[in-house]
T-cell receptor
């Protein structure tokens, strides 16, 4: 298996622009997580889905952030409008609900100027 | 909610020595404890895990111990090698919710 695939790997944009991050989970996994990693705050859970349904989005910073999972093989995290404080590495991770194992992608490094 | 504390934040060891990283958790309902290794520019990689019905698990040079009563678990790396240098994260999980420690930056000096 190719593992969790994220795109883009790097994104540089200007404040106010829309950013869309994409994730393809490992085939067969039924849970998907979006995390944000910064030096100051470490790994923060933004939202997670079970069987494509959002379960907990309490970590989403504000209304500028939204996430969708239209099917079992694809998810997006959108930031609109983006701000410099959104600069971070965003990770997608997938796993099986019952076993609890979690596998991370390589991340999308976002820089908002 | 769960609170996971991880120590030390940085650790330097000579090649061939052992390294130990410790974590504590607060919620007795947590029942799954994975450890992740993150190399520079990469995502966290699951290296070993332990469930609450087991006290110790070993995989070659890596071992994890769990003390449910004291609510702490540890990662042990023996015969360290330069390629073990990375940031290590512990986590406590219950019902598919994961709570991560703040990470330990391990440097193995050749």
């Amino acid at each position: 298996d190719a593992g969790v695939i994220q795109s883009p790997r790097h994104e540089v944009t200007e404040m106010g622009q829309e950013v869309t991050l994409r994730c393809k989970p490992i085939s067969g996994h039924n849970s998907l997580f979006w995390y944000r990693q910064t030096m100051m705050r470490g790994l923060e859970l933004l939202i997670y889905f079970n069987n494509n349904v959002p379960i907990d989005d309490s970590g989403m910073p504000e209304d500028r952030f939204s996430a969708k999972m239209p099917n079992a093989s694809f998810s997006t995290l959108k930031i609109q409008p983006s701000e410099p404080r959104d600069s971070a590495v965003y990770f997608c991770a997938s796993g099986w609900i019952n076993t609890g194992e979690l596998f991370f992608g390589e991340g999308s490094r976002l820089t908002v100027l | 909610g769960e609170n996971v504390e991880q120590h030390p934040s940085t650790l330097s060891v000579q090649e061939g020595d052992s390294a130990v990283i410790k974590c504590t958790y607060s919620d007795s309902a947590s029942n799954y404890f994975p450890w992740y290794k993150q190399e520079l520019g990469k995502g966290p990689q699951l290296i070993i895990d332990i469930r609450s019905n087991v006290g110790e698990k070993k995989d070659q040079r890596i071992a994890v111990t769990l003390n449910k009563t004291a609510k702490h678990f540890s990662l042990h790396i023996t015969e360290t090698q330069p390629e073990d240098s990375a940031v290590y994260f512990c986590a406590a999980s219950k019902r598919n919710q994961f709570y991560f420690g703040t990470g330990t930056s391990l440097t193995v000096i050749p």
